[in-house]
């Protein structure tokens, strides 16, 4: 059975109820025979990515990055999961593989540093990016929730095959 892993940080209330959204999406009735795998951000592994056929991240924007919980995850997995490093040890563009990837991200006034900050990780994996970036600022609307779900359910859509 295909597998979706969630992978957040999700401790304010606007981005819980974006992952809320999220996985309700994937949930939809359209989506047939794909497990879905829910991780926080501190206790997701290598072996929880290595695992799954797609990936979905959601974080907070933090002081212009994304939420410490979330580059731990990052920290702790890059290189078993197929992370590139150039020869200076920065993240290089990974080559092989299209596990397909999506992220949310809420923030109270910016949103640009945390996703360029999992963007930059991610083009160093072997991860294609499936959809846009959602990211939502301030109090979470109706269209914003509507796009969490839909988020989630693109996601699994394309594990389900």
């Known amino acids: 059975m295909p597998q979706l892993l969630i992978v957040h940080h ?3 209330a606007g ?3 974006l992952t809320e959204a999220v996985l309700a999406g994937t949930a939809d009735h359209a989506i047939d025979g794909v497990d879905v795998v829910v991780r926080p951000a501190l206790e997701a592994t290598a072996t929880d990515v290595n ?6 991240l959601g974080t907070t924007a933090n002081f212009g990055y994304m939420s410490g919980a979330l580059k731990h995850f990052f920290d702790s997995t890059f290189l078993e999961i197929g992370g590139a490093l150039g020869d200076d040890g920065s993240a290089a563009t990974s080559s092989g593989g299209r596990k397909p990837f999506g992220l949310w991200v809420h923030g109270r006034y910016d949103t640009t540093g945390a996703v360029r900050s999992v963007l930059t990780i991610t083009q160093a994996l072997p991860w294609r990016q499936a959809a846009e970036p959602l990211e939502v600022m301030g109090e979470v609307s109706e269209a914003d ?10 996601l699994a859509a394309l594990v389900m095959g």
């Open 51 to 56: 695992a799954a056929d797609g990936v979905l």
């Open 10 to 12: 999700s401790p304010t």
């Open 15 to 17: 981005v819980r109820t």
């Open 145 to 154: 929730r509507a796009a969490a779900y839909e988020l989630g359910g693109t």
